[in-house]
């Protein structure tokens, strides 16, 4: 694994956190963001999320000897 797959997880991780606390904060009824900033998050960190291991995964197997 290189620094550069591992930078692509570590904001995989981060963005599906902010997925999921986004989640929680839509089902709580009142999001501290307001609804639309919170859904923009959300539908921003799912992807996001998807992309970042994609690439980290690639990256690595690119790297292995």
């Known amino acids: 694994m290189t620094p550069k797959s591992g930078l692509f997880l570590a904001f995989s991780c981060i963005t599906a956190i902010a ?25 921003l960190s799912i992807p996001l999320s998807g992309l970042f291991f994609i690439a980290a995964v690639k990256d690595t197997r690119a790297n292995i000897k």
């Open 19 to 43: 997925a999921v606390g986004s989640i929680f904060e839509i089902t709580s009824g009142q999001p501290d963001l307001g609804i639309q900033n919170t859904v923009i998050i959300l539908g």
